[in-house]
């Protein structure tokens, strides 16, 4: 954190925010030595927050607002968040894709950023739950064929599995199910709503819990793309542990102890935008 006075009230805040999730909870007297401001601005600030529902306020500081393990946030809702993390994410996993492979791309904004990343790889079949990542390439398409029946060379070729549509825009349920169960992927690309040592890959919604674990049995290759945020958050229903998992391509936020923590299990972690995350190939 900064040390300046001269903050706005809104950064100030949105620093705030960032430490709360960043570390689990802040006190009050240890962002007045941060900040360089006096108690009853951080209590204002915090107060605010608290109002927008961002935090909830406890004895001495704050903590991140605790959502029950089955609360699915919209597509809208986290299309906001952590935008340049996800964007370091995308271009580092999308050099884990060959031209001329057959990838799978699970549902979630940060798979919505990757699938932009991965327009310019020929040749892919991308096969995907998505909705709003099937969006990018069909768009994509559409803008390279200016009105051409034929696509472009080199384009994607998108299998939309079909199935019941959840608030976060991705397909479930028995028909993307089957339509998973009888195909084989090079790499899944997953994104997640929570990882942990203890539940591994968790979503607040079962059907989605379902149609992942056949993702991830039919993937030769399994790449977890999420950002810090994710790490320590636990939904309703695991899918899949860490043993599971490949590759874990995360963003500079991951803290110290969380990397320690996986350094000591199998995935191999990629933080994204930190020499050695490939992009500056």
Known sequence: MSDNQN???????????????????????????????????????????????????????????????SHEPGFEAKSGLELSAKEDIAKAAARMAAPGGAIALAGGTTAFALAQQLLEVPDLTVVTNSVRVADVFYNAQRAAAGGSQAPRAGAATVVLTGGVRTPSDTLVGPVADAAIRSLHFDVLFLGVHGI?????????NLAEAETNRHFVRSARRVVVVADHTKWGTVGLSSFASLEDVDVLVTDRGLSAQARTEIAELPPELVVAGEPGDGTDL
């Open 7 to 69: 903050l706005l009230a809104e950064q100030r805040r949105a620093l705030i925010l960032d430490e709360v999730r960043r570390r689990g909870g802040v006190r009050v007297n240890e962002l007045t030595r941060r900040l360089n401001v006096s108690d009853m601005t951080v209590r204002r600030d915090l107060d605010a927050l608290a109002r927008q529902g961002m935090v909830e306020k406890v004895h001495g500081g704050a903590v991140p607002v605790s959502e029950p393990s």
């Open 196 to 204: 942990s040592v203890e539940a591994g890959l968790s979503t607040p």
